[in-house]
C-alpha cells in the first residue's frame, strides 16, 4: 500500500548555496552526504510528518540522470517519492495501471559521518516522471536515512499538497484510481486557470491539474517543462504563511498554509 508522501526532490545547482539559502528561510536543513556512483549529493530538510524535502545537486555532469535536464531547464521541483509497505507490490500495481515502472533497484549514500545508508527503490520511467511516483522501501534504519531533527524556526511542520502539471486528466486518473481503490475528487482551481483531480495518500494530497486554456500558468508550464510537479504547499504550526521566493528556494514553487 501507498502510505504517504516519503520526499520530495528539489533539483539545484549549487548545494552549499541552496542550503545557506534554505536556513535563511528558517528550514533546519541538514547535510545527506553523496550517492554512490551517481554524481550527485544531498542535504535534507525533515517534518514531523514524516515527509522531507531533498536539496539535491551534481557534483560532476551526469546528463544520463533522470534530474539533470529538468535541472537545465531551471531545477526546482522535480520529482517525488512515496512511501510503501510492499514495495515489489506497489510498483507491480503501478505498472499494470499502464504506469512505465523499473524494476527495484539497491541504492546507497554516505553520510558526512561516515555511516552507509541503504534503500531500494522502483522508478517511474521516461515521460512518466514526475506525474508517477517512485516508491522506496528501506533497508538501513528510516531514521538512519531522514534526519531525526524535524523542527524549524518557522514553524513548518510537513507537507500539505502537491500540485503536478498533466496534459491527460483521464490517463492519471486511471493510474491512480487504479493503485489506490479511489476514483479521486474533481476539483478546480481557477487561480491556475485549470482543473483535475485530487487523490488523498495518507495524510497528504495530489492535485493533478491540466490548463483549462492556453493562457495560464500551468499551460506555459507544460510547454516548457511538460508534465511534472508544479508546486507544493507547506504546512505551519503558526509561523509566516504565504509563498516563498523562488529565488530563495532555487525554483520551487512552495507556499507555507497553516
Not at 8 to 23: F, G, N, R, T, W
Not at 79 to 96: H, M, N, V, Y
Not at 118 to 131: D, E, K, N, S, Y
Amino acid at each position: 500500500m501507498l502510505t504517504a508522501i516519503d520526499h520530495l526532490i528539489i533539483a539545484v545547482p549549487d548545494l552549499e548555496a541552496a542550503v545557506k539559502s534554505y536556513q535563511g528561510l528558517g528550514f533546519a536543513v541538514l547535510p545527506g552526504g553523496r550517492h554512490t556512483g551517481i554524481g550527485t549529493y544531498n542535504a535534507l530538510i525533515a517534518f514531523q510528518d514524516t515527509a522531507y524535502l531533498e536539496l539535491i545537486a551534481f557534483y560532476e555532469p551526469r546528463p544520463d540522470h533522470r534530474w539533470w535536464a529538468p535541472l537545465q531547464q531551471g531545477g526546482g521541483l522535480v520529482d517525488f517519492c512515496l512511501q510503501t509497505d510492499d514495495l515489489a507490490g506497489d510498483a507491480a500495481a503501478l505498472r499494470r495501471a499502464g504506469i512505465d515502472m523499473g524494476e527495484p533497484e539497491h541504492r546507497d549514500r554516505k553520510r558526512p559521518d561516515g555511516f552507509e545508508v541503504r534503500w531500494t527503490f522502483a522508478l517511474a520511467r521516461g515521460a512518466h516522471r514526475g506525474v508517477a511516483p517512485f516508491v522506496i522501501t528501506d533497508r538501513t534504519p528510516r531514521d538512519e536515512r531522514v534526519p531525526r531533527e524535524r523542527r524549524h524556526p518557522n514553524g513548518v511542520t510537513g507537507v500539505g499538497t502537491v500540485v503536478v502539471a498533466v496534459d491527460d486528466i483521464a490517463r492519471v486518473r486511471g493510474w491512480y484510481g487504479a493503485v489506490l481503490g479511489q476514483p479521486g475528487e474533481d476539483i478546480r482551481r481557477p487561480d491556475l486557470d485549470a482543473a483535475g483531480v485530487r487523490f488523498a495518500i495518507g495524510p497528504h494530497a495530489f492535485e493533478f491539474l491540466a490548463p483549462a486554456g492556453p493562457g495560464g500558468p500551468l499551460a506555459a508550464w507544460l510547454r516548457t517543462r511538460g508534465a511534472s510537479p508544479y508546486a507544493a504547499t507547506l504546512t505551519t504550526s503558526g509561523g509566516p504563511v504565504g509563498p516563498l521566493d523562488e529565488a530563495n528556494t532555487f525554483g520551487a514553487r512552495l507556499s507555507l498554509r497553516a
